[in-house]
């Protein structure tokens, strides 16, 4: 089913039906955390390390976070590397920028970082990330100057792992009772989700919580995944597994609670994305909102064009840090499903904060540095 066919009543109703049979007194109590907000007008002339390194300090600091610890970044390098917005680099567009990866390594390796771990799903193949981001025109080797240990996995298969890791939602799982990830996310102390301020096509927004939704290995959960065991290679994407509930991920894996549930994307990502959050805990989200791309998620999707907001937003909660993200892309984080950001799906962040996550609510969170008022640039209202 098409879930645009979906009805606003209908939406309202399914976020509704999930915020009470998880509770609405654990939405009501959800966490806050503080939020910094910064403008940066480019990744180039050295004000991006001093930005982050003050937006670090506002939130607490990096040092009591990574110091002595294994830190693990789950970057937002999404599709490959030929899909190109009218032929811009995809950094500009739908990836996150090398230098603001940079200076993330930078700062976790001078907070006392033992050890960081760049991960990301590379689509259709089990090439090294690396050679990813080399096709993309970047020098992975700049990350690993000055001695800093750095490492890279490709986490859409099973990599240098031995086997994979299982994860267990606390609250029981929305859709699935547990996810099997590649082993880099449970091999780590800390876990940053590095994020791109974007629209999504069929989940709202993609902010810090949309982004672990990559971590998924489609060896286990994509369209040709392996039916008894996951396969040896990824193949295809998550679509028919997660979207469309078309078919089940590889056996060697938790099914799916109720294969009676809705089988459209609009009711099932939210739910996913809220599962992993809840069982892979995001300890720092940065969103990358300098360059980046309005009406959807990549260039694939028609209505699309480059934007410059020049905003970074970084916090230790991810739905605090995404109901910034929303406010400043001109939506309302306390909006229902139905309505804009989620004109075609439940909303992420009141499942979210159902699930007891953090508040969506704007006036439980404390924004640092620049006001949301001052730096909010209005994304595309999609058609």
């Given at each position: 089913?098409?879930?645009?066919?979906?009805?606003?009543?209908?939406?309202?109703?399914?976020?509704?039906?999930?915020?009470?049979?998880?509770?609405?007194?654990?939405?009501?109590?959800?966490?806050?955390?503080?939020?910094?907000?910064?403008?940066?007008?480019?990744?180039?002339?050295?004000?991006?390390?001093?930005?982050?390194?003050?937006?670090?300090?506002?939130?607490?600091?990096?040092?009591?976070?990574?110091?002595?610890?294994?830190?693990?970044?789950?970057?937002?390098?999404?599709?490959?590397?030929?899909?190109?917005?009218?032929?811009?680099?995809?950094?500009?567009?739908?990836?996150?920028?090398?230098?603001?990866?940079?200076?993330?390594?930078?700062?976790?390796?001078?907070?006392?970082?033992?050890?960081?771990?760049?991960?990301?799903?590379?689509?259709?193949?089990?090439?090294?990330?690396?050679?990813?981001?080399?096709?993309?025109?970047?020098?992975?080797?700049?990350?690993?100057?000055?001695?800093?240990?750095?490492?890279?996995?490709?986490?859409?298969?099973?990599?240098?792992?031995?086997?994979?890791?299982?994860?267990?939602?606390?609250?029981?799982?929305?859709?699935?009772?547990?996810?099997?990830?590649?082993?880099?996310?449970?091999?780590?102390?800390?876990?940053?989700?590095?994020?791109?301020?974007?629209?999504?096509?069929?989940?709202?927004?993609?902010?810090?919580?949309?982004?672990?939704?990559?971590?998924?290995?489609c060896t286990i959960y994509g369209v040709d995944a392996g039916?008894?065991?996951?396969?040896?290679?990824?193949?295809?994407?998550?679509?028919?597994?997660?979207?469309?509930?078309?078919?089940?991920?590889?056996?060697?894996?938790?099914?799916?609670?109720?294969?009676?549930?809705?089988?459209?994307?609009?009711?099932?990502?939210?739910?996913?994305?809220?599962?992993?959050?809840?069982?892979?805990?995001?300890?720092?989200?940065?969103?990358?909102?300098?360059?980046?791309?309005?009406?959807?998620?990549?260039?694939?999707?028609?209505?699309?064009?480059?934007?410059?907001?020049?905003?970074?937003?970084?916090?230790?909660?991810?739905?605090?840090?995404?109901?910034?993200?929303?406010?400043?892309?001109?939506?309302?984080?306390?909006?229902?499903?139905?309505?804009?950001?989620?004109?075609?799906?439940?909303?992420?962040?009141?499942?979210?904060?159902?699930?007891?996550?953090?508040?969506?609510?704007?006036?439980?969170?404390?924004?640092?540095?620049?006001?949301?008022?001052?730096?909010?640039?209005?994304?595309?209202?999609?058609?």
């Amino acid at each position: 089913m098409n879930c645009r066919k979906w009805s606003r009543r209908r939406f309202l109703g399914t976020a509704a039906a999930a915020a009470a049979t998880h509770g609405m007194a654990r939405a009501q109590s959800a966490p806050s955390a503080p939020v910094a907000l910064a403008s940066c007008d480019n990744y180039h002339d050295g004000s991006l390390y001093w930005t982050m390194r003050e937006m670090f300090d506002q939130v607490g600091g990096l040092g009591g976070l990574v110091r002595g610890k294994t830190v693990a970044m789950k970057l937002n390098l999404t599709g490959t590397t030929s899909s190109r917005l009218n032929g811009a680099p995809l950094e500009l567009a739908q990836w996150v920028h090398p230098w603001l990866i940079l200076a993330l390594v930078q700062l976790m390796d001078e907070a006392g970082a033992s050890r960081i771990r760049l991960l990301e799903s590379v689509q259709d193949s089990v090439m090294s990330l690396p050679e990813f981001m080399q096709r993309a025109g970047w020098e992975p080797l700049h990350f690993v100057n000055n001695g800093r240990r750095v490492e890279f996995e490709n986490t859409n298969y099973l990599g240098e792992g031995r086997s994979y890791s299982r994860f267990t939602p606390p609250t029981g799982g929305f859709l699935f009772p547990a996810y099997d990830l590649n082993h880099s996310y449970e091999d780590c102390d800390v876990f940053v989700s590095v994020a791109k301020l974007k629209q999504h096509l069929l989940a709202g927004l993609t902010l810090s919580m949309k982004n672990v939704f990559g971590a998924l290995p489609c060896t286990i959960y994509g369209v040709d995944a392996g039916v008894a065991e996951p396969s040896l290679e990824p193949r295809g994407i998550r679509s028919a597994v997660m979207h469309d509930g078309a078919r089940g991920p590889s056996l060697s894996s938790p099914q799916e609670l109720d294969s009676a549930s809705p089988r459209h994307p609009g009711y099932r990502l939210p739910r996913v994305v809220t599962d992993l959050v809840a069982a892979r805990p995001i300890h720092l989200a940065v969103i990358d909102g300098i360059e980046t791309m309005s009406g959807s998620e990549g260039p694939w999707n028609a209505g699309t064009a480059r934007v410059s907001p020049k905003v970074l937003i970084a916090g230790t909660n991810p739905v605090c840090t995404d109901a910034v993200g929303a406010a400043v892309m001109g939506f309302d984080p306390m909006a229902p499903g139905g309505a804009l950001p989620w004109r075609n799906c439940d909303s992420i962040l009141e499942i979210g904060e159902a699930a007891g996550i953090g508040t969506r609510d704007l006036s439980r969170i404390e924004v640092i540095g620049r006001r949301i008022e001052d730096v909010r640039f209005p994304f595309m209202k999609p058609a």
